[in-house]
């Protein structure tokens, strides 16, 4: 995951990319260290869908979306 993401980031084609991670790190200078690295969000594992879903309406506006609340 980090070597991946540190390898994207590298890359100016892939600016726009947002990346959420599936960790099982729970230290917070960690999740800070990524953070810095350039993630847009991350999940704890094992995750569980709704917080999936949540994470996803939470970071829809930063991507551009508009989430349907009905």
């Given at each position: 995951g980090k070597e991946f993401l540190k390898t994207i980031r590298k890359d100016e084609r892939y600016d726009?990319?947002?990346v959420i991670m599936q960790t099982t790190?729970?230290?917070k200078s960690e999740?800070?260290?990524m953070m810095e690295l350039g993630i847009?969000?991350?999940?704890?594992k094992p995750y569980q869908t709704a917080k999936v879903i949540d994470l996803m309406t939470?970071?829809?506006p930063i991507v551009g979306y508009e989430?349907?609340?009905?």
């Open positions: 726009d990319v947002r790190e729970s230290s999740i800070k260290k847009t969000g991350y999940l704890m939470q970071l829809a989430v349907n609340k009905e």
